[in-house]
């Protein structure tokens, strides 16, 4: 039963923030569930993912495979796998959290790789010449210099969990998403609207957060970049 | 000392970088290859110190075959400029002169001290230390890099085109800069550049590279004065004359001071007026340091036929045309028979 209410643009925002206003100790518990699940995943993909990446540099084949393995898993529907999984893994955040931290694989993998890769190769020659260890290269010349590269794929990785998170609500993992799947089985257009909102807004807050982050890096690193409001605050906080 | 036996490098991909050069760098001296683009400097440079290792022939490192050393303690040993300068652009230039020191393991203070001692060596300001690459200017960079490839004292020196993308002035200081440091860090230094001249003025010895193989190898004034070969007089060009000049200091040319120049030489014999570096032209008396270029220079400008050689005020010596046409006589049997 979908409300088609006849209604300007201004009274429909209104109605929105009305609700909203109204479920505020909601909104905030579900936020809370929300993030819970998206720092779970970060925090279980990116070690793993990093590692993958770096392995992946020291062997072209294992690189290709890892690549297509991480881009054929972005592919399964999530649905299908919370249902292939739930059998393992139970209901709940368990198997959402499997999910998500599959999806995050391509893109923390692909921009390691790439960002170690991409190192100037005159860097990791003087490097060579000066005799470091391929290990002492790595750590020292090419993570930190592929560290904001790294952390771009991080971000990517997170704006898709948190969108993709919204869907494990479907099997009793919380989130925006039971405000939303509410919403379409009481036909309330307004918590569906609400909902979604929430969860655009909490993703670029956090993109916006780590992008921060990213630009602290590369200063860090000497790189010559135009600096956000944000980083320039902190940066010269810091300072 | 560094040894070349019959060396010869093949990359996987089937380009042959050198076929069978053979040379050496005796200990505390300096080394120049020089030779076109793709001859195979860089690629010679990096069999010393094991970026490469050699496909047929040995490179021997104070008398061990290289490959029985350990590749990382033989690079730390070594000090390397790479053709790229290479800089670490995430650390600070402090960071990147500390490489070395810190990768074997100097405590801090060491550390430190060393850090200060060669930004003063290589007149960088200290203000620099806490800079990144990225603000330095080009000359500044190789400084670093020639810093960074120092700082832990190597035994061998190798500097792939150090001065290479720098303009002809600061080229010229950094050459003569790097001229007294070499006179006090007394490293085996192998040296590459594609720029005759500088071959010429930092090379005890010089190996001169066609493309993959050795065509000359010996000190600059035999060079000068006997090419081998077509290849290396058109190297060396035209004017090798005055390259010899640039080369040759007055001492080896000049007559005794009591000769019969000593009426000519005298009142021009006060030392005040002696220069050091030869750049200027107040004083009509020469330094020991003085090459035979500036002297003849001097020679055209002055009304004077001759010059005195005054070394802490005492005239040690005299320089005339004479001496100076001689001095190709000594050296040319074929002209010897002219002059
Ligand atoms: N890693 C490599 N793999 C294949 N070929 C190479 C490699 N490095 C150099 N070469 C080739 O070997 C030859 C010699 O190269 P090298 O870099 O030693 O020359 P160079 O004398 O230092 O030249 P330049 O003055 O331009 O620096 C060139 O033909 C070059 O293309
Ligand atoms: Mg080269």
Redesign the interface.
């Known amino acids: 039963m979908l409300s088609s209410s006849p209604a300007g643009p201004i009274s429909l925002a209104g109605g929105y923030v009305r609700f909203a206003a109204e479920n505020a100790e909601a909104l905030v518990e579900l936020l809370v569930e929300h993030s819970v699940i998206t720092a779970e995943t970060v925090v279980i993909a990116t070690p793993l993912a990093i590692v993958l990446g770096v392995a992946s540099t020291y062997n072209d084949r294992l690189a290709t495979v890892v690549l297509w393995l991480a881009g054929i898993a972005m592919t399964i529907p999530s649905l299908a796998l919370f249902g292939l999984l739930i059998p393992f893994l139970g209901i709940g955040s368990p198997p959402v959290v499997f999910t998500l931290v599959l999806y995050s694989q391509l893109p923390v993998i692909r921009n390691t790789y790439v960002g170690l890769t991409g190192v100037?190769e005159?860097?990791t020659?003087?490097?060579?010449?000066?005799?470091?260890?391929r290990r002492?290269r790595l750590r020292r010349?090419q993570i930190?210099?592929a560290l904001p590269v790294i952390l771009a794929g991080v971000r990517n990785a997170v704006v898709i969990v948190i969108g993709v998170a919204t869907v494990g609500a479907y099997i009793g993992a919380g989130g925006f998403g039971d405000l939303i799947f509410d919403g379409i089985r009481q036909g309330n257009v307004e918590a569906i609207v609400v909902a979604t909102i929430a969860v655009s807004v909490f993703a670029l807050a956090v993109d916006y957060g780590l992008a921060t982050i990213e630009q602290l890096l590369r200063l860090?690193?000497?790189?010559?970049i135009e600096r956000k409001t944000s980083t320039q605050l902190v940066w010269r906080v810091l300072a | 000392m560094i040894e070349f036996e019959n060396v010869t490098k093949t990359y996987p991909d089937g380009t042959t970088a050198i076929e069978n050069v053979s040379f050496s760098v005796e200990a505390g001296t300096t080394t120049v290859l020089v030779g076109p683009s793709g001859c195979g400097k860089t690629t010679t440079m990096k069999l010393v110190n094991r970026l490469e290792d050699p496909t047929d022939g040995t490179v021997s490192v104070d008398g061990t075959d290289n490959r029985e050393l350990d590749e990382i303690d033989l690079r730390r040993n070594t000090g390397y400029v790479i053709q790229e300068i290479g800089l670490f652009d995430h650390r600070t230039v402090g960071e990147n002169i500390a490489t070395v020191p810190k990768l074997v393991g100097w405590d801090d203070e060491r550390i430190d001290e060393r850090v200060r001692e060669l930004l003063d060596l290589m007149d960088l300001s200290r203000g620099f230390r806490d800079q990144y690459p990225s603000e330095l200017s080009g000359g500044q960079r190789q400084r670093v890099g020639v810093a960074r490839a120092l700082a832990a004292d190597p035994d061998v020196l190798l500097m792939d085109e150090p001065f290479g993308a720098l303009d002809p002035i600061t080229r010229d200081r950094l050459q003569n800069e790097f001229l007294d440091i070499q006179e006090r860090i007394n490293t085996t230094i192998l040296f590459v550049t594609h720029d005759i001249d500088e071959a010429l003025k930092m090379g005890d010895r010089i190996a001169i590279f066609d493309v993959g193989e050795v065509v000359q190898y010996d000190t600059p004034q035999a060079i000068l004065d006997d090419p081998k070969n077509e290849f290396v007089a058109d190297f060396i060009g035209e004017d090798r004359s005055f390259k010899r000049l640039d080369i040759t200091p007055v001492t080896e040319v000049m007559g005794p001071p009591d000769g019969e120049y000593a009426a000519a030489i005298d009142g021009n014999t006060d030392a005040t007026t002696a220069t050091d570096g030869g750049s200027s032209y107040d004083g009509e008396a020469l330094s020991p340091d003085d090459s035979v270029k500036a002297a003849l220079d001097r020679l055209l400008r002055s009304d004077a036929p001759a010059l005195p050689v005054v070394e802490n005020g005492e005239v040690i010596g005299v320089v005339a045309d004479e001496h100076i046409r001689a001095s190709f006589g000594r050296r040319s049997d074929a002209r010897q028979g002219a002059t």
């Open positions: 100037d005159s860097i020659e003087a490097g060579r010449g000066l005799g470091m260890t002492q010349i930190p210099i860090r690193n000497g790189d010559d």
